[in-house]
């Protein structure tokens, strides 16, 4: 049976009642009226009708027809209620959303329902109109929740520009564990576009680590860090962080956007200035952002890419600033080169600045064991906040900030996410610590992803790819035009290959790329493939594709 029906009663001051209706293990939702429960001999001959159509998209049709009619709205709610009530003999076939939004959507006793009804029904929306995107093999009626009739127009019209301009995200879905050939979307390919650099995210040990946490220590904090969500396996990963780092004090975040979102604010005010590298990663900017400082580039503060005369220019400028931060990524994430790290202490010591470094990419990357850019350079004490992720090389999730005890002590109090946001499960923790053992004891798996991205490197352009100067596995490969970049993509896909294409806002207009990443994961074979393909995939799009 392909539908049971199962009535919920919700809060009784909604006044409605709540059905959901399972369709081969989804739950979809409709919310009626009880009052106005119809009588058969008014619904027979409708669900006669409905049944009656061969195609259950003819059934649909018929169902819209009956919902313009200028009847009453208990008669319409009515209506659908039997509607949904009465499975069409087909009725596994699929509708498209778009048709079942839009009778929901035009009916505003359906519509208008409060959203927690809908939320409390568990219904999935937006549902996804694709084929490709029933991975289960679901298939039914799908009923989507609605919205403001305003709101819905303003998205269905931003989808439909971003489409145009070749924009549009769908993200694939990954069936098996991370690692360099994957299964997505029924597919086996090379994958290419992971940041789990060192293989960890699926290493025995950081996996058997998590089992055992969950044991130890179930599933959850069960609080913000500071209200009484901080655990004992928590404190020994910010232990074991900070030596690593070699700083005095490490603050973990559920994520490295939050550690930029929650720390950059927290150290400046509105009598300071920040002073930036224009290539920084958006959770930077947005980080900036929130901040009471001065930032914009209109005013100055922004600087050309690795540019130090315009940063010791800008700097000669802010003088009279209370505080200035300068801040960069160590790996920049789009390009793959380095922060020139020591050019950059230099001048924040000279002009009395101090420096923030977003090391997400070179941590587990770059320096000893990975411990990231200020390691590499040998900066240790002369970089005043280090930002790394957990969740990249790591394997795992999260982010933190790296420094002194005092700005520990300081984010604790004023680190918003760190305030407002529930602490890590203590798995994660747990995997994490596993994680460092296994970079600070193993130097197979640095020494791996270092051999790959020589190889890929060395080999892509001996085939005659622009790299643009990357330095690290951060390998793009330059198209320029979006739609080009985005064909290319397909076509690689289509080789088995999965390389995604990275197009504005993440990178300038025009400055399309494909990001490679070669990582520990990949064997020499999957990179031979994968070779092979983009050889082969430029052939076939002719060289003007890569400008
Ligand atoms: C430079 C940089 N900073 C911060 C982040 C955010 O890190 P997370 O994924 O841990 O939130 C990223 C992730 O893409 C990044 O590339």
Known sequence: MLLSLRLDAVPAHVGQTQIGIRIKGKTNALCLDPTQSGSDSFFAPLTKELHSQANPQDGLTLFEDLMMEPIDQSARLK????AVESPHPRQDQFFRRREVSRVAGDHAGVANLPQHVFDRAEIAHPVVDDRDHCRDGTRGLRYTST???TLQNWLTGQIETLKAENLYKVPKILETPAGGRVRMNGKEVVN????????LANHPKVREAALRAIDQWGVGAGAVRWIGGTMSVHEELENRLAKFKHTEAVLVFTGGFTANSGCIPAVLSNEDVVISDELNHASIIDGVRLSSAKYKKSEGYVYAHKDMEQL???LRATQSF??????TDGVFSMDGDIAPLPDIAALAEQYDAFVMVDDAHASGVLGKNGAGTASHFNLYGRVDIQL?????????IGGYIAGSAALKDWLI???RPYLFSTAHPPMVAAALIAALDVMENDPTPMERLWANTRWWKENLAAQGFDTMGSETPITPVYVGDEAAAQQMERLLWEEGVYALSIVYPTVGRGKARLRTMP???HTQEDLEFALQAFVRVREKLGTSALA
């Open 79 to 82: 209506i659908l209620h039997r």
């Open 147 to 149: 919205m403001n009739a």
């Open 192 to 199: 290419l576009s992971s940041n789990n650099y060192l293989g």
């Open 312 to 314: 010791e220019s800008i």
């Open 322 to 327: 209370a505080k200035r931060m300068i801040i």
């Open 388 to 396: 790394g992720t957990l969740s990249k090389a790591l394997g795992v």
């Open 413 to 415: 109090n004023r680190g």
């Open 519 to 521: 990582s520990a994961a």
